[in-house]
């Protein structure tokens, strides 16, 4: 589950799991909107999309774009696989103590 910062105003930075680590992805949501803009489109297509979106916000380390392509195609998956059943795609948790989406 992807979880996500309540705090407005702060750049957004969610951790998945990339090459069995969790990195920190600024923008997210962006990036996987990029890939559900496209719909029913090839994997192929969709991937590159994201990849394209991340880029541009984020550093993909050279040598580790296959990994980088895996963790954001998988994350795409699971929001996908979520939505499909109607259930939430995200999980907020407020992490600064701040009451907000998530916070008691």
């Known amino acids: 589950m992807i979880t996500e910062p309540c705090c407005p105003g702060r750049t957004v930075t969610k951790r998945i799991s990339i090459g069995g680590r969790e990195i920190g ?7 996987l909107d990029a890939g559900f803009r496209l719909g029913l489109s090839h994997e192929t297509a969709i991937r590159d999309a994201m990849m394209r979106e991340l880029r541009e916000r984020n550093y993909v380390p050279r040598g580790a774009e296959k990994e980088y392509e895996d963790g954001i195609w998988a994350a795409f998956s699971e929001v996908r696989d979520r939505r499909m059943k109607g259930l939430s795609d ?4 407020c992490r600064c103590g ?7």
């Open 90 to 93: 995200r999980e907020p948790t």
């Open 25 to 31: 992805i600024t923008g997210l949501d962006d990036v």
């Open 98 to 104: 701040e009451t907000g989406p998530g916070g008691n």
